[in-house]
């Protein structure tokens, strides 16, 4: 009886682990399933449906698949910031697709949705192996803290601006003085390196810059009068920045000119106007070169703002209008000139080749993606645009 028992009690655990086994491949099958219900559900034009329940596979089950999945489907409906999340979200867990897909908003979204240092250690530890492992099954997930669980996929650790950043900022030095003038600038690195024009700086006693509600006293560090160009520089960080786009000017190449004009009138926020590339050939007036005719509106206030073509990249720094001296001239040499508004925008290629000659090393973009809408070349500008504040004692 004793050895009849104890054959039972053998046979019981082995059956035991067996159902146990089946539930543990049960499970994984269970996510797969899951996950290609919701992508059904999808396809099938379910998609409310079907983002809940990839965020459900995402969040619960920390699912590096179905994260994917939610981030290729808000880059289909264009929601850029939310695609971002969750790709970034996958990425991060060492998900290769979605690793080729964050390189791709590298490479080709702005700084506003990606930096590269970033991208440089999560691919360093998915090489390394430190990234932790998909969970495989729920009893493996219950063993990890919820808390470290949801602070990998919190949307939060993608916000750049955070407390570090105001903390440097908030060391910075507040100028004193009174305020005589303003112009637009926007940063061209993460090191607190600024670009505008040389005329919104030239009779400042002191320079202050304000950039995503953050605010500090700016240096002059180099400038070239004749392209009306100058470079500040603040002792902070600068998460956003401006990439130049190098290629040929087109006449009418569609652009936006973003900057801070006549605050008295158009307010504190920052204001983008849409125009074109009237001529793609680069003139000089006078002692100033490098000049670029466009169409787009331009107004006291937004001397030393980028223009920024469809796809977020930087083309031109605003200047201001071609003067009435210089109207007059060409009317005086017989030219047929109305009433047309001239812009001027001094050539990005130019002030590029000024920079890498003063050894400051700026991001190109090489890559065109698809054509942004208005409303998201303006949300990127935004971050990388800055008032430029000139003072007096």
């Not at 700084?111 to 430190?130: E, H, M, Q, T, W």
């Not at 670029?292 to 006291?300: G, K």
């Not at 937004?302 to 209008?321: A, C, E, M, Q």
């Not at 812009?343 to 065109?368: E, Y």
Request: charged share 25%; aromatic share 10%; with cysteine.
């Amino acid at each position: 009886m004793k050895l009849l028992t104890r054959y039972s009690v053998r046979f019981l655990i082995i059956f035991l682990n067996i159902i146990l086994l089946n539930s543990t491949l049960s499970f994984a099958e269970t996510i797969d399933q899951k996950r290609n219900k919701a992508i059904n559900l999808f396809n099938a034009g379910k998609v409310e449906k079907s983002i809940k329940l990839l965020k459900i596979l995402a969040n619960k089950e920390d699912d590096t698949s179905s994260m994917l999945a939610l981030g290729q489907i808000y880059l289909k409906y264009k929601k850029i910031d939310k695609a971002f999340y969750w790709i970034n979200a996958s990425g991060s867990k060492c998900n290769k697709v979605a690793l080729n897909k964050l390189r791709t908003f590298y490479l080709t979204k702005s700084s506003a949705y990606f930096d590269p240092l970033k991208y440089g250690r999560i691919v360093k530890n998915c090489d390394s192996g430190k990234q932790s492992p998909k969970v495989a099954n729920s009893q493996n997930k219950k063993s990890l803290p919820k808390k470290i669980i949801k602070k990998k996929v919190n949307k939060n650790n993608y916000n750049f601006i955070d407390e570090r950043v105001t903390y440097e900022w908030g060391k910075i030095a507040q100028v004193n003085g009174k305020i005589i003038g303003h112009g637009t600038g926007f940063s061209i690195l993460n090191n607190g390196y600024f670009l505008t024009n040389h005329h919104v700086i030239e009779t400042c006693n002191s320079i202050a810059i304000r950039y995503n509600n953050l605010y500090g006293k700016a240096s002059l560090i180099n400038f070239d009068e004749n392209l009306d160009i100058a470079l500040l520089k603040v002792n902070a960080p600068t998460p956003y920045y401006a990439r130049f786009n190098s290629k040929n000017y087109i006449a009418g190449e569609e652009i936006f000119v973003a900057g801070y004009p006549v605050p008295e009138i158009f307010g504190t926020e920052m204001s983008i106007r849409k125009g074109s590339i009237t001529s793609p050939q680069v003139k000089n007036f006078g002692n100033n070169r490098g000049r670029i005719l466009i169409d787009a509106a331009i107004a006291s206030g937004n001397s030393g703002g980028p223009v920024i073509n469809k796809f977020g990249s930087v083309r031109g720094v605003v200047t201001g209008g071609l003067s009435e001296k210089w109207i007059k001239k060409f009317k005086d040499q017989g030219a047929h000139i109305g009433n047309s508004t001239f812009g001027l925008m001094i050539s990005g290629n130019l002030v590029k080749l000024w920079l890498d000659d003063i050894n400051i090393d700026t991001h190109n973009v090489t890559l065109n993606t698809s054509k942004r809408e208005p409303e998201t070349i303006g949300k990127i500008a935004k971050r990388f645009t800055a008032v430029i504040e000139c003072y007096k004692r």
